[in-house]
C-alpha cells in the first residue's frame, strides 16, 4: 500500500500565497504521476495541477499563471505553491499519484485526505 500525507492548507487572504505539501511512502517502485486536485461539497473532484514523470506538466485552466506544481522525486514528494489566491480557490485540495508499486507497470491511484484551502476577504 501507499500513503500520501498533505500538509500546508490554511486561510489567506485574497492575493495571498500558500503552498502545499503531499509526501508519499509505503510500497513504491516508481511514481508516474503526482499532482493535486480539488473538491467542493457536493461537486465533482476537479484537477488543479499533475507534474507527469518526464517534465510534463498540466494545469486547470483557472489556476494557469498563478500555481506552480513540483515534485522531489528523491523524497516522494509534491508541491503546489499557489499565488495570487482568489475566494473561488477555496476548497479542499487532495494530493494525487499514480503509483507503480512492482515495476511491472501496473499503475495503482492513491489519495491523501485532504487539506483544506480558505481564500477570503
Known amino acids: 500500500q501507499v500513503q500520501l500525507v498533505e500538509s500546508g492548507g490554511g486561510s489567506v487572504h485574497p492575493g495571498g500565497s500558500l503552498r502545499l505539501s503531499c509526501a508519499a511512502s509505503g510500497e513504491i517502485f516508481e511514481i508516474k504521476a503526482m499532482g493535486w486536485y480539488r473538491q467542493d461539497p457536493g461537486k465533482q473532484r476537479d484537477m488543479v495541477a499533475v507534474?507527469?514523470?518526464?517534465?510534463?506538466?498540466e494545469y486547470g485552466d483557472s489556476v494557469k499563471g498563478r500555481f506552480n506544481v513540483y515534485r522531489d522525486d528523491d523524497k516522494n514528494m509534491v508541491y503546489l505553491e499557489m499565488n495570487n489566491l482568489k475566494p473561488e480557490d477555496t476548497s479542499v485540495y487532495y494530493c494525487n499519484a499514480h503509483v507503480d508499486r512492482t515495476g511491472w507497470g501496473h499503475l495503482e491511484v492513491y489519495w491523501g485526505q485532504g487539506t483544506q484551502v480558505t481564500v477570503f476577504s
Open positions: 507534474d507527469v514523470t518526464g517534465g510534463n506538466k
